[in-house]
């Protein structure tokens, strides 16, 4: 039996990494293949988890009760995903799959909560290969409060989601055509012809779209694959992923054209709270996730190999990772790094996570 587990550990702030204190953990799943996607931690320590699961129904009470979920029979490819919350101590209080009636593949990919303890979940819905973006607001009781799903002429695939303290919600993924995000019929963006464009958008408590931008390949086998969003206390947006030929990172009407030597490259980005850009800082390595502290300071991880400047100005932080085991010339050696830089892109510092075997930030390998 495979189960998708949780655990809790300290987040990384400030100038350094804090200690791990193990506080509780908790199994749930089915016979079939469930896959955690996304946690979220409170300011009460309630823990909203969201996960895939691929058949059958899936008991999402991690305690002595049962609330099953799912499709109810035994049929593996049908993918669904769940949402669900326990307290701090553990306890459950409610939890549900996300989007049950619809004919589609659900994949969850972002959590976010608000000052007021409502919950951002964002994700894509497949059906005859394409991929529509949903994202949806829950109170803290597990009420529905909104959804929008997006139409799309082709597609666009895995969104992940912030939010502020006014409530409003932020989210970055990739797409390919045009994209209308709440299908109300305007569209909102429109690709330039690449491989696949990046986005970052803005969405009220509502649920309207106020804002929406595109970062563009310019060549046509460019893209960009965004992987986490932050907002600062200012309001202004972080985005980090992944990048490949040239692209150009200013929504606006200036360009920012960042392009990569070798192989894909990560980007931070960031925008003011309006969408407009500010800087964007790339390296030879796979960012993965992005976090900022009370004095905007911007923390990111990945994975990377070889021998990787991690320093976006003049200076030079240079991270090696081991070598190929030689004895198995193909084999793949992957490292964590942490970086932190300022809230105006220089770096403060960069440090490697050493294993023995390759190890991935963000994706745990079971």
């Not at 895939?52 to 099953?68: A, I, K, L, R, T």
């Not at 303290?165 to 429109?190: E, H, K, M, Q, Y």
Request: some cysteine; overall charge negative; aromatic content about 10%.
């Amino acid at each position: 039996m495979r189960r998708a587990s949780v655990g809790l550990c300290e987040r990384l702030e400030r100038r350094t990494l804090l200690s791990f204190t193990f506080e509780s953990a908790f199994a749930i799943g089915n016979h079939g293949e469930d896959k955690s996607q996304a946690v979220d931690v409170d300011e009460s320590g309630n823990v909203y988890h969201m996960a895939w699961f691929d058949s059958g129904q899936v008991d999402v009470d991690p305690g002595p009760g049962s609330v099953n979920v799912g499709v109810g029979h035994e049929d593996r490819g049908v993918l669904g995903t769940y949402l669900s919350k326990v307290d701090s101590a553990g306890k459950f209080a409610w939890g549900f799959q996300l989007f049950p009636n619809d004919a589609g593949r659900t994949f969850g990919a972002g959590l976010s909560h608000d000052a007021a303890g409502n919950i951002y979940a964002s994700g894509s819905i497949v059906k005859d290969n394409i991929a529509r973006i949903f994202l949806s607001k829950f109170s803290p009781s597990g009420e529905e409060l909104w959804s929008n799903i997006s139409s799309s002429t082709k597609s666009g695939f895995r969104y992940f989601v912030a939010s502020d303290a006014a409530g409003s919600a932020f989210i970055t993924g990739w797409f390919d055509g045009s994209l209308d995000l709440d299908n109300n019929g305007t569209v909102d963006l429109v690709g330039d012809g690449a491989e696949v464009d990046g986005f970052v958008a803005k969405v009220s408590s509502n649920g309207s779209v106020e804002w929406a931008k595109s970062l563009r390949g310019i060549d046509n086998n460019a893209f960009v694959s965004p992987k986490a969003i932050a907002v600062d206390s200012l309001g202004n947006v972080l985005t980090t992923g992944w990048f490949d030929q040239r692209v150009d990172f200013d929504p606006g009407p200036a360009e920012a054209i960042a392009s990569t030597e070798h192989s894909i490259a990560t980007y931070v980005l960031k925008l003011d709270g309006s969408g407009n850009f500010k800087w964007v800082r790339t390296t030879e390595s796979m960012g993965t996730t992005i976090d900022v502290d009370a004095a905007g300071n911007i923390y990111t991880a990945g994975n990377f190999d070889g021998s990787v400047d991690f320093d976006p100005g003049p200076g030079k932080r240079l991270l090696t990772s081991p070598p190929p085991d030689q004895a198995d010339p193909g084999a793949f050696i992957s490292d964590v790094y942490i970086s932190k830089l300022t809230s105006s892109g220089d770096l403060v510092w960069a440090i490697r996570a050493a294993d023995s075997d390759s190890i991935v930030a963000g994706y745990p390998r079971i």
